[in-house]
């Protein structure tokens, strides 16, 4: 791979020197190093191959950092981050101590705005673009928007209020891809592709530029002038116009030809811009191009052979495991109903999809939507699943509260990716659903400790009358097989796992095997507690009566989670014990490596052991004291 041209940019002043043909060079060199990069590292492939001109004609054009650009979600800037400085650390990308996969504010001038949650781009840009007015301060304001994000109502609340703001100098660009993760869905995602699939419109457009290319110079002026009129009412323009934006496009986002003109005009205008660019995810590798949901976000792959399947099967993941007793209790229940926001594929909905078209709804990336539209479901007597990633169960916390658990509406939320997740980061992080859950009226917050576990979890919370929520990492547990029942497990009720003396580990979760090997080493009791909330009170009071010190132990925040649970029973009953809690710790957590992550937060089997040896040494040193 020849990278001569992109070598020798450091930053986007040198992408502004080259000249019109040297850019095309730029790009070329630019989509290999993107492909030759992400193979070697694993991340997000088919929506980076898919920005390669626009990051090139947007740098080319504006002068940033001072001009503003918000990339929405954040896995499309691999381009931008190589012409920003970081090409040579893309080799650390996801990694632990080196740079992330999404824009980040302190890692460079150039990332505008922290994201990687969808849909948040045009009111972080339109705030900036205020903030620049307010201060007098003469720049631009871009925010990037993919079609799937523009699915969330939070980008309409942004263009509603950016369409009458005054003085402002925001262009917002579609980037249109007809797809976000999963295939697109919805009403907006039919009207831009019915409109801008090439058939009519694009016919009708073609027909009036053979017939009129003869045409004196002032006829051809009227005849753009009326097709600046027409469009509105067969193009997407209508839409956007009415909302107050100038809408421009749409323009084929691969051609810089078309990109670069288009931008440089824009730059010159001020006003809310819309501007609609039409470009292909995995654009110039054939693979990504042919299957961009297998390549959003690929492991280390040959590019030369591209993604193959294992050679050896690999431990059933907790997200087939959901996958799997859905379909199940789908076929025992027809009531069962499976909603998702957006992630079909990395929530394990495809086999449901197939089976029980009928019952599946995917309504986009539209969190908030999905839970209410979950409650009206319940209310009329369904019983909806809502699989939906921790992390963006937190874009929906009102609706949890006021939609579905004030109004005790049955409701079961299978939290995938709970706790930390690794290359995707703080960002991605389950770290905080046990502490917003469990202080919640009437919700059940269930924690299975294995793949068996959460089977027998989920189907006790669905077969509870309530909301109800079970929480389980992202990749493989401990290899216990879930089989094929729908068997359930008393409400409320903790599992003793191992008797012990002096001390008692409380385990919320799937540290279970790593506080196990712990207890092992310290002849310690253990505890799978299962549930959070309801949590079992009498075990607890029953392990503090017998034991001289309690550790709880969970893969979430430790503020407000599940050890505050207990103690807030101990506290309840009177009892004095001392009390450990082992989790994350009250700081955000960056990208790396799941297990080598933990275990330097101390949650691995060595550092709890540790922890509870440092602090209760005086228990080990002293042989004559006995269990209380």
């Known amino acids: 791979m020849t990278t001569d041209l992109l070598d020798r940019i450091q930053s986007p002043a040198d992408v502004r020197r080259l ?12 989509r290999s190093f993107v492909l030759d990069s992400v193979s070697r590292t694993g991340g997000h492939l088919s929506s ?53 996969g999404f824009p980040k504010r302190s890692e ?5 705005f922290g994201t990687a949650h969808s849909s948040t781009s045009i009111s972080a840009a339109l705030g900036m673009a205020v903030a620049s007015r307010n201060a007098g301060v003469k720049r631009k304001h871009i925010a990037v928007i993919g079609d799937g994000a523009m699915t969330a109502g939070m980008a309409f609340e942004a263009l509603n209020n950016g369409g009458v703001t005054p003085d402002i100098d925001l262009l917002v660009i579609l980037n249109d891809n007809d797809m976000s993760i999963s295939p697109p869905v919805g009403a907006l995602n039919r009207y831009l592709t019915r409109l801008m699939s090439g058939s009519f419109y694009a016919a009708a457009r073609n027909m009036g530029k053979a017939v009129l290319q003869h045409m004196p ?22 839409l956007f116009e009415e909302m107050g934006f100038h809408y421009f496009g749409p323009i084929d986002g691969h051609d810089l030809d078309a990109l670069l003109p288009t931008l440089q005009n824009l730059r010159n205008q001020t006003g809310p811009l819309f501007l609609h660019v039409v470009t292909r995810k995995g654009q110039g590798y054939k693979l990504a191009e042919a299957d961009p949901v297998l390549y959003h976000g690929p492991g280390k792959f040959d590019p030369a052979v591209g993604i193959r399947p294992a050679s050896k099967p690999a431990r059933q993941t907790f997200t087939q495991v959901f996958g799997n007793w859905l379909c199940d209790m789908g076929a025992a229940d027809a009531r069962l109903v499976g909603v998702t926001p957006a992630m079909r594929e990395g929530s394990g909905l495809v086999e449901f999809e197939k089976r029980f078209p009928g019952r599946y709804f995917d309504v986009g990336i539209a969190e908030q939507h999905a839970v209410t539209f979950a409650a009206g479901l319940a209310c009329e007597g369904q019983k909806p699943v809502v699989a939906i990633y921790s992390t963006f169960l937190q874009r929906a916390y009102d609706q949890l509260i006021h939609d579905v658990a004030l109004q005790n509406l049955d409701v079961t939320f299978a939290l995938d990716r709970a706790g930390l997740v690794g290359a995707d980061g703080a960002t991605h992080a389950g770290n905080y659903d046990i502490a917003f859950t469990r202080c919640i009226p009437n919700m059940v917050v269930a924690t299975p400790s294995d793949e068996a576990e959460c089977r027998l979890l989920l189907s006790t919370c669905y077969q509870h009358p309530g909301p ?12 216990v097989a879930a089989g094929d029942g729908l068997a ?28 196990m090997a712990a ?17 079992d009170r009498e075990a ?14 969970e893969e979430g925040c430790i503020m407000g989670g599940a050890g505050s649970a207990v103690g807030e029973v101990l506290g309840e009953a009177g009892v004095v014990l001392p009390l450990l809690q082992l989790g994350l710790p009250d700081r955000f957590i960056d990208h790396g490596d799941q297990a080598t992550l933990l275990a330097g937060l101390g949650l691995d089997a060595t550092g709890i052991e540790r922890a509870i040896r440092q602090r209760f040494g005086d228990l080990y040193a002293r042989p004559d004291v006995a269990a209380a």
């Open 468 to 479: 109800a929520t079970v929480r389980y990492p992202r990749g493989s547990g401990a290899g």
């Open 19 to 30: 000249t019109r043909g040297q850019l095309d060079t730029l790009a070329g060199e630019l």
């Open 519 to 535: 207890a092992q080493a310290l002849d310690a009791t253990v505890l799978d507690m299962r549930f959070v909330k309801p949590i």
């Open 540 to 553: 607890i009071l029953r392990a503090a009566a017998a034991h001289a010190a309690l550790v709880t132990v």
């Open 48 to 100: 980076n191959l898919g920005t390669v001109e626009l990051t090139i004609a947007l740098h080319h054009v504006f002068d940033t950092p001072h001009d503003r650009i918000v990339w929405d979600v954040g896995h499309q800037t691999y381009p931008h981050k190589i012409l920003t400085g970081r090409r040579d650390a893309m080799a650390t990308l996801r990694q632990a101590g080196g740079i992330s």
């Open 108 to 112: 460079s001038e150039y990332d505008a």
């Open 488 to 515: 359930t497990v008393p409400l409320g009720k903790a599992v003793l796992r191992r008797e012990g003396g002096k001390v008692a580990l409380l385990v919320f979760g799937t540290l279970l095997p790593a506080a």
């Open 217 to 238: 110079s002032p006829v051809l002026e009227i005849a753009r002038r009326v097709e600046n009129h027409a469009k509105g009412m067969v193009g997407p323009a209508t």
